[in-house]
């Protein structure tokens, strides 16, 4: 009964390097998400997933990549780490279909620091 | 677009003190609403929820009531905790936008003894 798994908790790089935050989920849900939590400015979409083999942008995109391969995993790809990147990262994972008011499980987030 | 604006913080109460934490919203559909709540060093956890007009949420002593006509959602407790100082998030989630959860920026409550 694991829920939302992230990986890892926390993470240091050097600007221009890449790396994969992984997300994993154990509850067969459907929709998954990323966002980054900012002092000041809440939580803001990064991309997102109705299910495997389809993924979207959200609010702000931009550096990032992603995939869902499996209904479980949706790692989020940094391409050329930027100190702007630097951040808390959460995945977080729902439910489709039926009462959509179930509202969403997160993960224990990642905070990442680019230098 | 969606969006959510909640009351800035920090709020500091006493202990027992009354809470209420403004939210309203602008949504083209019809949002289910949330309260979340993130702990020191903690991700988020739901809090309480609503998805219809009229509906009250509750959860732990707080409650928060769907009002379509002033597209509001405030979060109340008649009696907070130290054990209840937090970070609360106002959400909501627009079915005829995808699902996106879309956030407020936050509201910290301090509470002291």
């Known amino acids: 009964n694991a829920g939302v798994t992230q990986t890892p908790k926390f993470q240091v790089l050097k600007t221009g390097q890449s790396m994969t935050l992984q997300c994993a989920q154990d509850?067969?849900?459907?929709?998954m998400s990323w966002y980054r939590q900012d002092p000041g400015m809440g939580l803001r979409l990064i991309h997102y997933?109705?299910?495997?083999?389809?993924?979207d942008q959200g609010e702000v995109p931009n550096g990032y990549n992603v995939s869902r391969s499996t209904t479980e995993d949706f790692p989020l790809r940094l391409l050329s780490a930027a100190p702007s990147q630097t951040s808390v990262y959460f995945c977080a994972s729902t439910n489709w279909g039926g009462d959509r008011g179930y509202g969403y499980t997160f993960g224990s987030g990642t905070r990442l620091t680019v230098v | 677009g969606d969006s959510v604006t909640q009351m800035e913080g920090p709020v500091t109460l006493s202990e027992e003190a009354f809470l209420t934490i403004n939210c309203t919203y602008t949504a083209t559909g019809y949002p289910s609403l949330f309260w979340y709540v993130q702990y020191p060093g903690e991700g988020l956890q739901l809090l309480l929820k609503a998805t219809k007009a009229d509906d009250k949420g509750s959860n732990k002593g707080f409650e928060a009531t769907y009002r379509k006509e002033t597209t509001s959602f405030h979060l109340e407790k008649g009696s907070v905790q130290v054990s209840d100082s937090a970070v609360y998030f106002c959400a909501l989630s627009d079915q005829s936008n995808t699902d996106k959860l879309i956030f407020g920026t936050g509201t910290r409550l301090q509470v002291f003894p």
């Open positions: 997933s109705v299910g495997a083999g389809i993924t």
């Open positions: 509850m067969n849900h459907e929709y």
